[in-house]
């Protein structure tokens, strides 16, 4: 099977493009390895180690770019698509909110577009649980309101399921809208707080703790992120003409469309996820309490019912064993090869 990933040299797209070529399909990779990571470095070594397969073909392209995407889409005729390229980041959307609409909202139509024009058997995309904005119920359901985000990165994740929506109703697309919980694991982002705090931990500096550490995350370990994404491609939403939206299934359609929650329904405290991390390293942080920050939700949780029925998979794997397997792979390979070169 042919893939298009976009992102691919990004955290989650890096490790499901591995999977995919791994099992022989042929990857169609996008991504335009723009400086968002203060270390650019990490990019290039995802993108070396996957450029390694004989059927991987990289092109580097910014997904808002739309004659580049659909000059893509004509000349590859991929078959499904996983669109996992984005601006991230809730902090950065306050500081820079015009890079959030050009990426995420002109990037998603772009995409949508090229599926419409070149009939793609399977949309995939990244939603985020920061939808569920000042939804205060714990856990998060795929069918409660999420219409009071509270971050612009957040409304443009809700954004891209309304659209995504949209191009389903009129043209028979199926999409699936990811909502990730926390992503988590090797090879993750250096903007998220487990690299912040394992780079001040071992630099003996106090770690900022937000919230005065009074915060929930449903955290989501990378290979659960990948295994739900490898199962849910083959489940594609169909249309259901027995649908009515008086009946309360906010996360399906009339059209073939359909929305998960991915997060392992486990949600931990962040002091939880900071002493597994001084576990795995065998050394105490020092730790800044400090207050909340705009666009910070207090708490998540997902509700995975329907992504277990769906897939017969829930995501599981501790916080102590994701943080530990993390705290191997940044000793044994981040520290001797990225910050070294």
Not at 50 to 68: G, P, Q
Not at 272 to 282: F, K, S
Not at 294 to 319: E, K
């Amino acid at each position: 099977m042919k893939f298009l990933i976009t992102g691919v040299a990004g955290f989650i797209g890096f490790h499901v493009a591995q999977y995919f070529l791994q099992a022989g399909d042929e990857v169609i990779g996008l991504d335009n390895l723009n400086n968002y990571y203060q270390d650019a470095d990490l990019k290039t070594a995802r993108l070396k180690i996957i450029s390694d397969h004989d059927n991987f073909i990289f092109i580097k392209e910014d997904v808002a770019n739309r004659e580049a995407i659909i000059e893509l889409f004509r000349t590859h005729m991929v078959q499904r698509v996983i669109h996992l390229a984005a601006q991230a980041g809730v902090r950065h959307s306050l500081e820079n909110p015009s890079l959030y609409a050009y990426t995420n909202l002109v990037g998603h139509l772009n995409i949508l577009e090229g599926c419409r024009q070149y009939e793609v058997e399977h949309l995939l995309y990244a939603s985020s649980s920061a939808v569920y904005g000042l939804n205060y119920q714990m856990p998060f359901s795929i069918n409660d309101d999420t219409t009071h985000p509270i971050s612009l990165y957040a409304a443009t994740k809700k954004s891209n399921e309304l659209m995504s929506h949209v191009y389903s109703h009129l043209y028979g697309i199926p999409t699936t809208g990811l909502r990730f919980f926390t992503v988590y694991g090797p090879w993750g982002r250096p903007d998220m707080a487990l690299f912040r705090f394992i780079e001040s931990i071992l630099a003996d500096e106090a770690i900022n703790i937000y919230n005065y550490g009074q915060m929930e995350r449903d955290f989501t370990y990378i290979d659960d992120v990948v295994e739900s994404i490898m199962t849910l491609h083959n489940i594609i939403p169909k249309i259901d003409r027995e649908w009515k939206p008086e009946g309360g299934q906010l996360s399906r359609s009339s059209a073939p469309y359909q929305v998960h929650n991915i997060g392992t329904g486990q949600p931990v405290t962040l002091m939880t996820y900071i002493t597994a991390l001084e576990n795995a390293l065998g050394k105490v942080a020092h730790k800044n309490l400090l207050p909340r920050q705009p666009g910070d939700m207090i708490a998540t949780s997902a509700d995975v019912s329907t992504l277990t029925q769906a897939i017969g998979f829930q995501p599981s794997t501790s916080v102590e064993e994701g943080v530990r397997r993390f705290v191997k792979w940044y000793k044994e390979f981040y520290l001797n090869t990225i910050k070294t070169s």
